[in-house]
């Protein structure tokens, strides 16, 4: 039977170690027997990357969390602070919602850093995920990948209007392998914040890129994943620099010995907006 896939988006107040913040969320479906299910973006990104994949997983009678981490847009920004941009605050806040929604039992979609917070999340004692996939992301980053994705996180360039701005995602997100225009102008519609002199910016927060400044060497969690006790699933592009292949089979080899799909023509990061990416993640959610 077909479910409700209706979605409302709401703010939710979390504390941080300066006072308070709200962050921005979407929610599809109604809560139900079958665990909540909680989407993760990436460093730059939002939660409404989501909205192909939890509209579909709403219908099938899922409760989806798409939350958008403080620092991106809609969110609340801390640009005081920019030292509060870091994981702890990140899955604190993602633990007040899903504490205020009740949510015992969770299924996690964390892409890129939103992977990397759900095994950090999963590896802990008495974790409430059930099941984690993990979208092109690996316990183990190149630097040189991390200094990629910094270079582009710092940027603040400004954008004349829609369609200039259409062009640039369409050119700095290309790895994801979108290729219908109506999830193009998706991505674009909430991809950027309006300034002032009416002028488009990035949504997120550029100094979301401090704490990469820091890292001088390639970042290593395999004590993390192989903390990981829930079943897993490793989605990985086939051109990705974050995820190499070697990485990705020795994830199959060790810890939860994740399941691995790779996408032909795809980099870093699978948009999860195609159809058989939604059902591949579906199908293992399934309860």
Same mark, same amino acid.
């Given at each position: 039977?077909?479910?409700?896939?209706?979605?409302?988006?709401?703010?939710?107040?979390?504390?941080?170690?300066?006072?308070?913040?709200?962050?921005?969320?979407?929610?599809?479906?109604?809560?139900?027997?079958?665990?909540?299910?909680?989407?993760?973006?990436?460093?730059?990104?939002?939660?409404?990357?989501?909205?192909?994949?939890?509209?579909?997983?709403?219908?099938?009678?899922?409760?989806?969390?798409?939350?958008?981490?403080?620092?991106?847009?809609?969110?609340?920004?801390?640009?005081?602070?920019?030292?509060?941009?870091?994981?702890?605050?990140?899955?604190?806040?993602?633990?007040?919602?899903?504490?205020?929604?009740?949510?015992?039992?969770?299924?996690?979609?964390?892409?890129?850093?939103?992977?990397?917070? !759900?095994? @950090?999340?999963?590896? *802990?004692?008495?974790?409430?995920?059930? $099941?984690?996939?993990?979208?092109?992301? %690996? +316990? #183990?980053?190149?630097?040189?990948?991390?200094?990629?994705?910094?270079?582009?996180? !710092?940027? @603040?360039?400004?954008? *004349?209007?829609?369609?200039?701005?259409? $062009?640039?995602?369409?050119?700095?997100? %290309? +790895? #994801?392998?979108?290729?219908?225009?109506?999830?193009?102008?998706?991505?674009?519609?909430?991809?950027?914040?309006?300034?002032?002199?009416?002028?488009?910016?990035?949504?997120?927060?550029?100094?979301?890129?401090?704490? #990469?400044?820091?890292?001088?060497?390639?970042?290593?969690?395999?004590?993390?994943?192989?903390?990981?006790?829930?079943?897993?699933?490793?989605?990985?592009?086939?051109?990705?620099?974050?995820?190499?292949?070697?990485?990705?089979?020795?994830?199959?080899?060790?810890?939860?010995?994740?399941?691995?799909?790779?996408?032909?023509?795809?980099?870093?990061?699978?948009?999860?907006?195609?159809?058989?990416?939604?059902?591949?993640?579906?199908?293992?959610?399934?309860?």
């Amino acid at each position: 039977m077909t479910k409700s896939n209706t979605m409302q988006t709401s703010f939710f107040t979390c504390t941080d170690p300066f006072g308070t913040h709200r962050i921005a969320y979407t929610e599809w479906g109604q809560a139900s027997d079958a665990p909540t299910i909680l989407c993760a973006h990436g460093l730059t990104r939002n939660g409404r990357d989501f909205d192909r994949i939890a509209e579909a997983l709403a219908r099938q009678g899922r409760h989806v969390l798409c939350p958008t981490m403080v620092g991106r847009n809609p969110s609340d920004f801390l640009s005081a602070h920019p030292e509060g941009y870091v994981y702890a605050q990140y899955i604190a806040d993602i633990t007040a919602l899903l504490a205020a929604k009740k949510a015992t039992t969770v299924d996690w979609i964390g892409t890129s850093m939103g992977g990397l917070i !759900g095994m @950090m999340v999963a590896a *802990a004692p008495e974790s409430k995920i059930r $099941r984690l996939v993990l979208n092109d992301i %690996a +316990p #183990f980053i190149p630097m040189a990948a991390l200094q990629r994705i910094a270079a582009y996180a !710092g940027l @603040m360039a400004e954008f *004349a209007d829609k369609a200039q701005a259409e $062009r640039y995602i369409r050119q700095i997100y %290309a +790895p #994801f392998g979108i290729t219908r225009d109506a999830d193009w102008a998706h991505m674009a519609d909430h991809a950027f914040r309006t300034l002032p002199n009416g002028k488009l910016v990035l949504g997120h927060d550029p100094l979301i890129a401090e704490a #990469f400044k820091a890292v001088h060497e390639d970042v290593d969690l395999w004590p993390v994943y192989d903390a990981i006790k829930v079943p897993t699933l490793l989605l990985r592009g086939e051109n990705s620099d974050v995820l190499p292949a070697e990485t990705a089979v020795e994830m199959t080899q060790r810890g939860p010995k994740a399941r691995l799909i790779t996408y032909a023509g795809i980099g870093h990061a699978p948009a999860l907006m195609d159809e058989a990416q939604i059902a591949d993640v579906g199908g293992f959610l399934e309860v």
